[in-house]
């Protein structure tokens, strides 16, 4: 155990001697192709996978319209420039770019996309609030590491689509067939998913896709597959406790479980801490507690499966999901004895 998480521990990139590493800095870049031969047969659904929420939000356009997850009001305010500004500040809530959070050991993407308006070429944007980059440049991105990374599996969680018509549809879906090609991985039984039955037929991708579209292409899993209950709360109390009863009510069986450990500002939030953003507001303080929850937890049939964060960089969020992986292997030292 202690030689797997040494390699956990590593740093993707040398670091001059006598620097201070940050959790941004920790490389688990192969943490599962790094787990012990038991855990390879362990259904993925039974096993701790960190994730990241708005995963695409580490860079938005303030130069581009609001996007259409907005209402008519924050649209007309939004022409004001500084309007714009303070939105961002709202809006991101990631630092790391999906290459780094890979290297980070981030295995499950939350992903909302949109169109733009007066786009002629159907092009796809991730949306939050604002535009971010093309869904095609950080599919390449995600694909660049798993093709360095051949025993990574990654779920791409696509859950919100804004101003889509069946033509943007067919255009991301051929995009995402364009760049993954063989790495994605059929619609199956939940259960019958390991690491080890992906190996082996060269799958590294999961691709959720919660639009009925999804029936049209065997490689698409319908969302409620992969069920990411919500607290929508600024109360790290309330979010726990919702946290729990959830995953108290999670399915023993046929699906995959998000704990979307995050806490969403209200409009008074965000009025009250309008210049510091989301980060400064709500994150910052109250990210250590839910890692104290996180690091109480244990993965399982009716344990904890895939966990969310903002701001994943923040904390030792991902290294601390992945090492709940080694209660799995007490239990099985414990059954030995």
């Not at 991708?205 to 919660?210: G, S």
């Not at 969302?223 to 309330?238: E, H, L």
């Amino acid at each position: 155990m202690l030689g797997r998480k040494l390699r956990m521990g590593t740093i993707c990139s040398p670091i001059p001697s006598g620097t201070k590493t940050s959790s941004s800095d920790v490389c688990n870049a192969d943490w599962m192709a790094s787990l012990p031969p038991h855990l390879h047969n362990v259904p993925l659904s039974n096993l701790a996978i960190p994730g990241s929420h708005d995963s695409f939000s580490y860079w938005v356009d303030e130069k581009s319209p609001v996007g259409p997850d907005q209402t008519p009001a924050i649209m007309r305010l939004a022409r004001i420039s500084l309007v714009k500004k303070l939105m961002k500040k709202w809006s991101v809530t990631q630092n790391l770019t999906f290459r780094e959070q890979l290297e980070a050991g981030i295995r499950y993407f939350d992903l909302r996309v949109s169109s733009k308006p007066g786009d002629t070429d159907q092009e796809i944007y991730f949306i939050h609030g604002l535009f971010g980059i093309k869904v095609w440049d950080g599919l390449m991105e995600i694909d660049s590491f798993l093709t360095q990374h051949p025993r990574e599996i990654v779920f791409l969680d696509f859950n919100h689509f804004y101003a889509m018509d069946e033509a943007h549809h067919k255009h991301l879906v051929h995009r995402i067939q364009e760049v993954f090609g063989s790495k994605l991985c059929l619609a199956c039984n939940v259960e019958s998913l390991t690491l080890q039955i992906l190996w082996e037929k060269r799958f590294q991708v999961l691709i959720f896709y919660h639009c009925p579209f999804y029936k049209q292409y065997p490689f698409l899993w319908p969302g409620k597959k992969i069920p990411a209950p919500w607290a929508n709360t600024t109360s790290v109390r309330k979010l726990i406790l919702f946290l729990e009863t959830t995953l108290s009510e999670r399915a023993p069986r046929g699906a995959f479980h998000v704990s979307q450990a995050i806490l969403t500002p209200r409009a008074k939030t965000i009025a009250r801490g309008l210049v510091g953003g989301l980060k400064n507001t709500l994150v910052h303080r109250n990210l250590p507690v839910i890692l104290d929850w996180v690091k109480t937890k244990k993965p399982g049939t009716m344990g904890v499966n895939i966990i969310t964060s903002d701001f994943v960089d923040l904390v030792d969020f991902a290294t601390t999901v992945i090492e709940l992986n080694d209660l799995l292997q007490e239990d099985r030292a414990l059954a030995k004895c």
